[in-house]
């Protein structure tokens, strides 16, 4: 089965502060992608890596995908409030189009 | 433009009952997916749709669950005898290829008593 672990789980900063969450599977994907989700609402995608080692920035964040294509990270520069919302990680198995999701990480950002 | 629309948005009911959640995708797209989302959880994949076939029902959880799709455009999710257990949000995404960025619905909110 494959997993995509993510952390921290919670995680509860001053506005201004940088922060980096971290996406982590055994297993190789084709692509993976980064979505916010806000309460009540399904996620909206932010990125699309699918490059071993590729790095894409939008605006004050910055995503990486790892080398071997197992893992990813999210950095977020000066955040803000209106950062706050859970973070999720999805990759796409080589050869399908099926998407896991990661465990996501809870972000609250404090004014 | 419309997005991909949900309905209900919300649905109660009693244990050992029918569902059936409603999921219209964005005019065009080729792709449909069904997921599920428990509370604090990420997503999780039940099944997709190129056109009116489903090419991936791996995650559907037992054979209380199917799907349908069967003009290519809005699809049913169909629940027989619920449990608490299926308590959950149902999400709905819709992208113009499989493989193309997603486009989520709000969700289906669905409450077995």
């Known amino acids: 089965t494959q997993l995509l672990e993510q952390s921290p789980q919670f995680l509860s900063i001053q506005e201004g502060e940088n922060l980096t969450v971290y996406c982590n599977s055994s297993s190789v994907f084709s692509s993976l992608q980064w979505y916010r989700q806000e309460p009540g609402e399904g996620p909206v995608l932010l990125v699309t890596v699918v490059t071993g080692g590729e790095v894409k920035k939008l605006k004050r964040l910055t995503f990486q995908f790892g080398d071997a294509r197992k893992d990813s990270s999210l950095h977020i520069t000066a955040a803000q409030p209106g950062d706050t919302g859970l973070y999720l990680c999805a990759g796409s198995t080589p050869g399908t189009y099926k998407y896991i999701f990661g465990t996501g990480t809870r972000l609250k950002v404090l004014a | 433009g419309a997005g991909v629309s949900q309905t209900p948005s919300n649905k109660v009911t009693e244990k050992g009952k029918y569902v059936e959640l409603r999921c219209d995708p964005i005019?065009?797209?080729?792709?449909l997916y069904w997921y599920r989302q428990s509370l604090g959880q990420g997503p999780e994949f039940l099944i997709y749709?190129?056109?009116?076939?489903?090419?991936?029902d791996s995650g559907l959880p037992n054979d209380r669950f199917f799907a349908v799709r069967p003009e290519g455009s809005v699809s049913t999710l169909k629940i027989q005898r619920t449990e608490r257990g299926d308590s959950a949000v149902y999400l709905c995404?819709?992208?113009?290829?499989?493989?193309?960025?997603?486009?989520f619905g709000d969700g289906t909110r669905l409450s077995i008593l």
């Open positions: 995404a819709s992208s113009s290829d499989p493989g193309q960025p997603q486009h």
């Open positions: 005019s065009g797209h080729t792709a």
């Open positions: 749709f190129q056109g009116t076939g489903a090419a991936d």
